[in-house]
């Protein structure tokens, strides 16, 4: 079966390559707290449409009880941003699959790429777009298995799910639970989010912080003593670094951490003066400093916050300038949870065994070092979430992208992975 599998992709190299051009070529920027998925969830609806499934599309705020639930993320607008959910429905007697993915992409930034970033561009192996690697390409691939399921007429015993969502970045996810409340849930779930094909039965959670300085702004005609928030935000940005490195020292008490490189913090941004203007006038009356930092999965959000502050605080009162102008931490988005699911669940020896027929030797199983909206599934549905999808790089970057070899690999995968986890028909 796998060979027929092979041949499938091997023939539709260049098919496959255009149908990522395709989702890449609709933008889909997410521009908190608004974004414009519509469009290029029309143009899923309408492929998935073909290949007979089920189909649904509605705004997440069309679910009842979404916007009380504990989970969701208010300061959102869902105007035009549609999730859609097509069902492969099974013949029955098999378990049911669900990949779930968000078509959404960090906007396209300021800083070059050197190709045109809705493009598409191959090159060297590569294929170029924004949000191809994180993570259009990943739904791409569940799509391509699919079709291919599809064409080869190979019927499955259980139900394929692919639901694509809008609005995961910036802490998003409320989406996904949208889906979740409207019903549809399965025996598992794949979040196709770039991982290098490892597959990742967990992975880590974050908190986004802003950092504010207040000084006295102005300049002193009168002799006004004015007081710089900049030189307290550089002191502590030195305060950060050091932050960073006791941080990514840190070790989790999971072993599918064992070979984690450490936890990431980073600086984000650093904001003072008029930011808007072509000049500025001023000291500036205060400064910001928006920071980012993970979490393994046993940490709460509480002792993530606590960490970094007792670590802050013990710095700051040893410095003047931070003394007088203390750091005034704030939560800016949602905590992201790390999660996963439990260590001896089934579905793993099934990846595992699909991993092994499609690759020699098989893939990693490890943590997965970043936080995503899989926590939907772990923590508020019956629904049990792995991380798996394509290889590349760049993410939240210019030139994201991602390798072709591996994608058309990936694609295999996730057909192999329908047909052992949903069973084959007949
Ligand atoms: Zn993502």
Redesign the pocket.
Known sequence: MYKVISSWVDEHRQYILDFNKSLVSIPSENRYPVGDEKQVQEFIYCFLSKLNCEMDMFLPTEVPGLTEHEAFLGNREYENRPNVVARKRGVGGGKSLIFS??VDTVPKGEDPWSFDPFSGTVKDGKQYGLGLF??KGGMAAAMMALQLLEEMKISLQGDVLIETVVD??YGGSNATLACLLKGYEADLAIVP??TNLAICPVNQGGSMFRITFRGRPGRSFSGEKLNNPVFAAARFLDVFHQYENYHRSKRSESHWFANDPGLPAYVQGVKAGPVNLPLSDRVPSHCTIDVWIQCYPETTEEELRTDFEDFCREKVVQDEILRDMPPVIEKLIRFLPGTGIPVNHPSLEVLSKVAHIAHPGGLPIQGAP?A?DSFMFNLYSQTPAVIWGPKGGN?HAPDEYIDVEEFFLLVKLYALTMMEWCGIAS
């Open positions: 993915g968000h994180d993570m995961e970045e989010e770039p970043f995503c993410a």
